[in-house]
């Protein structure tokens, strides 16, 4: 089992910069494929970023080439990279483990952290 503690979050200005932290509890971190997904008010939570147990990374087309997603399993850290902000990615960001190789829909992870929130004023 893990426990998963975002930060980072915050009110940035469009174009800015943020850089989201996932801290993991236990010392099997390196065994997880972890991922990023992302809440909006009214709309469903949406899948952001995800990196493999060996580094592999996919992203939504709307992060690619904004957002960068890796790890340090030495820190059993997860981090969440996030460069020439939008309004339209404000939401309510959480880190998520799954011990799938691959995984691929939201129901493939099963810990989640309680999740941080960020907004992108115009």
């Known amino acids: 089992q893990v426990q998963l503690v975002e930060s980072g979050g915050g009110l940035v200005q469009a174009g800015d910069s943020l850089r989201l932290s996932c801290a993991a509890s236990?010392?099997?971190?390196?065994?997880?494929?972890m991922g990023w997904f992302r809440q909006a008010p009214g709309k469903e939570r949406e899948f952001v970023a995800s990196?493999?147990?060996?580094?592999?990374?996919t992203y939504v087309d709307s992060v690619k080439g904004r957002f960068t997603i890796s790890r340090d399993n030495a820190k059993n850290t997860l981090f969440l990279q996030m460069n020439s902000l939008k309004p339209e990615d404000t939401a309510v960001y959480y880190c998520?483990?799954?011990?799938?190789?691959?995984?691929?829909?939201?129901?493939?992870?099963?810990?989640w952290g309680q999740g941080t929130q960020v907004t992108v004023s115009s």
């Open positions: 990196i493999s147990r060996i580094g592999g990374t």
């Open positions: 236990g010392r099997t971190f390196s065994r997880y494929a």
């Open positions: 998520a483990a799954s011990g799938l190789v691959t995984p691929v829909r939201r129901y493939d992870y099963a810990y």
